[in-house]
């Protein structure tokens, strides 16, 4: 069975300091990973999108890493600052023949304390 | 330029009713997707559009239905609403096909069926 799962569910963390976010996924025929940030009530952001022959892709604070071996991903993000509070979305896209879908983790829910 | 639009951005619904949405996507994009978002669920893919016609479709009843018209925009049905169809419904529009290339989301339209 197709599925995306992402650890922590939920994370507390101080202004300035830098977290660690995880992907697991049990996903074939693998197309690519992406990540996402949703701000409450508003639409997923794209972060990063890698291939299967990508390992690492950074945006600004940003860096996700990608071990296709292992099927794993994390989403490293550094300094954070306030406005990093959200909800961090794993979705791995999968394509076989003419037909695709995405499936989606259930998100890790950041909170930033100052 | 101009962002993807969804309308309405809040919607109250009886239970049996139907329900079309809008999305009209970032201008020069050919796919349209839409996804389904619950607290309990996540986000869930529904199906893409590309070049008015279906291209990929998620595990929805026949009452999700879609359309896309030449001008890239995009309407999402549901017929018979139930009241588990309460969800925020997300549209995102690609380049090309949404499985291998970026996706930028929409606001939402926040469905509430009573």
């Known amino acids: 069975k197709n599925q995306v799962e992402q650890s922590p569910q939920s994370l507390i963390i101080l202004e300035g300091k830098n977290c660690t976010l995880q992907?697991?996924?049990?996903?074939?025929?693998?197309?690519?990973l992406r990540w996402y940030k949703q701000d409450t009530g508003r639409g997923p952001v794209s972060l990063t999108i890698m291939t299967f022959s990508e390992n690492t892709k950074s945006n600004g604070r940003y860096t996700a890493t990608l071990d296709a071996d292992t099927k794993q991903s994390s989403l490293h993000i550094t300094a954070s600052q306030l406005s990093d509070s959200a909800s961090y979305i794993c979705v791995v896209s999968v394509v076989s023949s003419n037909t695709g879908k995405l499936i989606f983790g259930q998100g890790t829910t950041l909170q930033v304390k100052p | 330029k101009a962002g993807v639009t969804q309308t309405p951005r809040y919607l109250i619904k009886t239970r049996g009713q139907q329900v079309t949405l809008s999305c009209s996507p970032i201008s020069g994009h050919r796919s349209v997707s839409w996804y389904q978002q619950t607290p309990g669920q996540g986000l869930q893919f529904l199906f893409e559009?590309?070049?008015?016609?279906?291209?990929n479709k998620g595990n929805f009843p026949g009452r999700f239905s879609g359309r896309q018209f030449s001008n890239s925009r995009s309407e999402m049905n549901v017929s018979t609403l139930e009241l588990g169809d309460s969800a925020l419904y997300l549209c995102?529009?690609?380049?090309?096909?949404?499985?291998?290339?970026?996706?930028?989301f929409g606001q939402g339209t926040r469905l509430t069926v009573v």
């Open positions: 559009y590309f070049s008015e016609t279906q291209r």
């Open positions: 995102a529009s690609s380049l090309g096909t949404n499985m291998n290339t970026e996706a930028f």
């Open positions: 992907c697991n996924y049990t996903v074939s025929p693998f197309s690519n």
